[in-house]
């Protein structure tokens, strides 16, 4: 079974930095897609970045040219770099990656989730 583990988050004053990782481990044969999502309370979780296995990107309006995506295919590992974050960042980070596992079983895994938190 495919398992993602976030690390990275915690309480930044508005306009500081952050660097979530999230790795991925368990049988995986290929990760095709790997994103991070976010949820704030009382919102929807809403897709805040997402890169492919060759490296092409998308973001969220709300994130462009604040955050970047980046991967390690080697590691199995995405990263979410964030710059001048905002208390409207405020929110639980979760990755989520999906591709094929050992066995040809495809599988779409989500992590437990890291609290970002921005003080204004």
């Known amino acids: 079974q495919v398992q993602l583990v976030e690390s990275g988050g915690g309480l930044v004053q508005a306009g500081g930095s952050l660097r979530l990782s999230c790795a991925a481990s368990g049988g995986i044969s290929s990760i095709n897609f790997m994103a991070w999502y976010r949820q704030a309370p009382g919102k929807q979780r809403e897709l805040v970045a997402g890169i492919t296995s060759g490296g092409s990107t998308n973001y969220a309006d709300s994130v462009k040219g604040r955050f970047t995506i980046s991967r390690d295919n080697a590691k199995n590992t995405v990263f979410l770099q964030m710059f001048s974050l905002k208390p409207e960042d405020t929110a639980v980070y979760y990755c989520?990656?999906?591709?094929?596992?050992?066995?040809?079983?495809?599988?779409?895994?989500r992590g437990q989730g890291t609290q970002v938190t921005v003080s204004s």
């Open positions: 989520r990656a999906e591709g094929v596992a050992y066995g040809s079983n495809w599988y779409d895994s």
